[in-house]
């Protein structure tokens, strides 16, 4: 089985086009579409990240 990215605590979905995360003691999931304000921030922080550019 194939293990899915992480980056800054969220798991990547490329085929859903999202970012997740689950808050086990709160019992909360956080889904962020890659198309939001604030999935493409993280994309594109993501992207810099796997070019070897820290941000």
Known sequence: MNALPTFKGYTID????????ADVEKQELEFIPFESDKG?????????H?????K
């Open 40 to 48: 493409m921030g993280l994309l594109r922080d993501w992207i810099w």
């Open 14 to 21: 490329e085929r859903l086009g999202e970012f997740r995360r």
């Open 50 to 54: 796997m070019a070897g550019r820290s």
